[in-house]
């Protein structure tokens, strides 16, 4: 396999690599993937050695497989880990708000009272909601590169994001004025 042509390896095995990378994602993330899987078949073709008792096809299946499915699991668990990071919350507050600055203890409070309610909301908004404020606020992805990676326009995300933006702010809103009626 050595003594092939990098280049006519990776032309011969790309319908492999994409066939493995369309069994756990599609569209857009899809083809960011692919470099992931072309790297693994590098590798595989870098460490394979013909006298153990197993086929390069296998070999690179299994390293190609391997380098995609660590690359999506840095995905998940950036989006998973994100909800419990204050910074990115402190993004949302301020495009809800436009306010973050803090000057004295009882604003401190009430801040960390609001970051522990953005947190159980967004726990709480549906799927496609959730991912786009994750990306946008944690990872720092624009609405254009979010409609890009996930297939929709970037009119739909913008869309979203403000509905999203919205659905925060309205529960917001209504829990403080539970909370009001409830000291009266």
């Known amino acids: 396999m050595k003594n092939k042509n990098k280049k006519d390896i990776i032309n011969e095995y ?8 369309n069994k756990y994602v599609s569209g857009n993330l899809a083809k960011e993937l692919f470099p992931v899987g072309v790297i693994g078949l590098l590798q595989a073709i870098e460490q394979f050695k013909s006298k ?16 995609i499915l660590d690359e999506l699991r840095k995905y998940k668990d ?17 495009d809800i708000f436009e306010k973050v600055e803090i000057f004295n203890p009882e604003e401190i409070i009430l801040k960390r009272e609001k970051i ?28 254009k590169r979010i409609g890009e990676i996930s297939g929709y326009s970037e009119d739909i995300i913008g869309r979203k994001h403000r509905e999203a933006l919205n ?15 409830n000291e009266k």
Request: hydrophobic residues 40%.
């Open 52 to 67: 153990k008792n197993i086929k390069f096809i296998t070999y690179a299946h299994i390293k190609i497989k391997s380098a």
């Open 167 to 181: 659905i925060i702010k309205n529960k917001l809103n209504e829990d403080e004025n539970v909370n009001r009626r």
């Open 14 to 21: 790309t319908p492999m690599i994409h066939s493995i990378i």
């Open 116 to 143: 522990y309610q953005i947190r159980e909301i967004i726990e709480n908004l549906e799927k496609d909601l959730k991912k786009i404020i994750l990306l946008h606020y944690y990872i720092g992805y624009t609405i």
């Open 78 to 94: 950036v989006l998973t880990k994100a909800i419990y990071y204050e910074d990115f919350i402190d993004s949302i507050l301020y």
